[in-house]
């Protein structure tokens, strides 16, 4: 299975994920970055600096699978709650 590296762009900086987690393809490295941030903005809350955040997905060539902005993640939570009955 192939690597995935969880970095996180805020701003100019970028902090590395040095171990990265073996997943099956570029939807679950989605679905785990979604989940990631979702957590990260429950326990850190919405600062406005963290809204202006973003995971960089890499693989193990160190090219960009995707990127995830954290506001993305807000809404998403957002938008799947409102469509539960």
Same mark, same amino acid.
């Given at each position: 299975? @192939?690597r995935y590296?969880?970095?996180?762009?805020?701003g100019?900086d970028?902090v590395v994920d040095?171990?990265g987690?073996?997943?099956?393809?570029p939807?679950?490295a989605?679905?785990k970055?979604?989940?990631?941030?979702q957590q990260?903005?429950?326990?850190?809350?919405?600062?406005?600096d963290?809204?202006?955040a973003?995971?960089?997905?890499?693989d193990?060539a160190g090219?960009?699978? #995707?990127?995830f @902005?954290? !506001?993305e993640?807000l #809404?998403?939570?957002t938008?799947? !709650?409102a469509?539960?009955?």
């Open positions: 299975m @192939p590296f969880f970095n996180t762009r805020l100019d970028l040095p171990d987690q073996q997943l099956r393809d939807d679950q989605w679905e970055a979604r989940a990631m941030i990260l903005l429950k326990t850190e809350g919405t600062q406005a963290l809204l202006t973003a995971l960089e997905v890499t193990e090219e960009i699978v #995707l990127e @902005p954290f !506001s993640a #809404l998403e939570e938008d799947i !709650s469509t539960r009955h």
